[in-house]
């Protein structure tokens, strides 16, 4: 095993350490989000920091990062209240990274990916048509964190779409089934196979 | 594809909800976080929350939820404003997932579970000898979530271990090289399969 100091990392070219620090949290997960300003003018940016809040009520939060691609989407999501996160899978990978790159505001990445927009009655977000799990959100907050410029996005769940055979008796959906994919640091992505579902753990 | 509204969601019984909603997210990290107390009784809890920050400076993030069993770890970062995260991997799985059992505040969940603690220095929290990664942070700020009661504890990286052979010459760690498993839900882990690393998208 390597030891790593805080002051060894200090020194590392800035590339070379995001790659790094960005693994080190573990296994992301993979989801586009997907917005549209006041006008309809759709946005799509892929993300790996979408993280469980809670189930009652359900709330799931997310990191935007300063001055990078998807200020486009927070700026919609600021304007218009609601968005939408998209799971990926193999079959739309391609894209959906290629969502991520520094595209200008007036153009939308569905268009220039090729990923559908697909729309929920009244809802003004767009979701991911090629996406399985597709969920539809309210924004409730933005919460700033000052240590480096970073937002913490809390949001409501309000509606979501899931292939029907996916959830399992006791409620869990089985994302595996889905395809969804699984990141590591800026640009690794994995699919998954079971290990298990482990029992309620007791004393 | 189902269908499913806040209305559906609202009605359904709360551990049932519970284990849909944490599906949702995605994939998650499975880290180990391990403290001690001022007088260095350990403790050691299963998280599926960690969140990368990010790089500069190296800030890592964690959800704490309401009334339960890691608020003893909260105590403790409190206390001692020190805590070590720590990879799961398969041969390590089942203690690990053991550790979110709810335990007396007393008994530590390294002796329950039978994971070694190990030491750097005179850093006071305790490590995972039987992690591959293992990072040691320094609280920066807990922010508190007002529409759930959960937390988020803010931390940067002091130091960490990995193992010799994970990093790649752009700094990106295999961290499925090491070993760390994938989360699902509240109970469902997964080892992963690269797929491949993408290259830097441009437009």
Known sequence: MQHITRHDLDKLPSRYRAHMINSLSGFKSANLLATADEQGNTNLAM??????????PPLIGFIM?????PRHSLDNIRQ???FTLNHVHPGMLQPAHQSAAKYEREISEFDATGLTPMYHESFHAPAVTESRVRIG???LEI???KHNGTEMVIAEI???NIP???QQEDGYLDIEEAGSVSVSGLDSYHTTVRINRLAYPKP
């Open 143 to 145: 919460v700033p964190i």
């Open 80 to 82: 218009t209240g609601v």
């Open 47 to 56: 993300i790996s920091s979408v993280v469980h809040l809670g189930a009652e």
């Open 137 to 139: 959100l309210q924004l």
């Open 158 to 160: 309000c509606w979501l």
């Open 65 to 69: 990062r300063p001055n990078t691609v």
């Open 164 to 166: 029907a055979n996916i």
